[in-house]
């Protein structure tokens, strides 16, 4: 590759590369992305990270069926509920460090770690599972409570 004077490569290797701080492909000075009306859905997912009310109904659910204790799942339902009222109001780039959503998120990763340690780690691989779910959950709203200047928090919905 290093000895190419045209490298082609698709959306989804170019972010990787740029999540790698650069370290995939070799040193470039141009970047032509072609269909880049899909690069914004590519970079979101080597990038980024969504957090959303449905996606800790499905987490909750899972950590239900591997053992999490009731009150912790309950509590990650009820959490999911009042991020879904936080962002109604929200659109566009967004401070999470203000505001409901900045109250929330506090209260949110410690429920999720609660029933996280609550999991029966004899259900195996699906226990496995729904623990990395629910450390990457984790990982998002402490992101979440303090982004970097480099990040973005963006509200669609």
Known sequence: MADVDV???NHALYCAHLAADGHILPEHDVVIFDEAHA?????TGALGFDLSAGGLHQLAARLRRVGAPAA???AINAAAERLDDALDDLEGRIDPTAGRLADLLPTLAEQLTTAM???DRERGSTAAQATRLAGARIEAVR???APAASEVV???G
């Open 72 to 74: 912790a799942v309950d």
């Open 117 to 119: 340690r609550g999991v």
């Open 7 to 9: 490298l082609v490569v």
């Open 154 to 156: 963006w509200v669609e």
């Open 143 to 145: 992101r979440l409570q």
């Open 39 to 43: 690069l914004d859905r590519a970079a």
